[in-house]
């Protein structure tokens, strides 16, 4: 088996992250604060226990879990939120950007000349960090822009955009 996934491998790892981003959701209503963090956090650890669980090579799913996760933002605000103000709009803003980027580089990364590896993860880190440093930077210039701010929130998105770029240049050495 090399890089064919079966359908029940995939139908497994897109239930447990559901399953967990609805609990997430749920707890989530009982501390409003964290209302981005707690279902994103849950997406994550959902995410990951699926890969662990069906042996699914996590660059791999990171491309497509990107795809998803990017839309079911757009999809659960639109759902979510019914009033239309700057905030909403520079919310779905930084979401469209990082979609386009994602939507864009998933047909161009293996023809960078400095990302030798080839490796797939690119398009999906690159889009996660961009989402995260748009929403870092929107946070110190404008906070009352952004959706489900914390107070913390400058520092948990810079790591996670630190972090994303950082395994892009880790996979492009390999």
Known sequence: ??????????????????????????????????????????????????????????????????????????????????????TLFIFYLISFTSLASYLLLKKQYKTFLWYKSGRRGFPGLFAIGLFFLERAIISIVMPELVLFLTEYDIFISGLISLMSFLNIFILAGR
Not at 38 to 54: A, D, E, W
């Open 1 to 86: 088996m090399k890089d064919d996934y079966i359908p029940s491998q995939i139908f497994t790892t897109s239930f447990i992250i559901l399953i967990l981003y609805f609990i997430g959701l749920m707890v989530a209503d009982y501390f409003t604060k964290y209302k981005f963090w707690i279902p994103f956090l849950s997406i994550i650890v959902g995410f990951f226990v699926g890969v662990r669980k069906s042996r699914i090579k996590t660059f791999e799913a990171l491309d497509a879990f990107v795809y998803a996760f990017l839309s079911a933002i757009i999809l659960t605000s639109i759902i979510l939120i019914n009033t239309f103000d700057l």
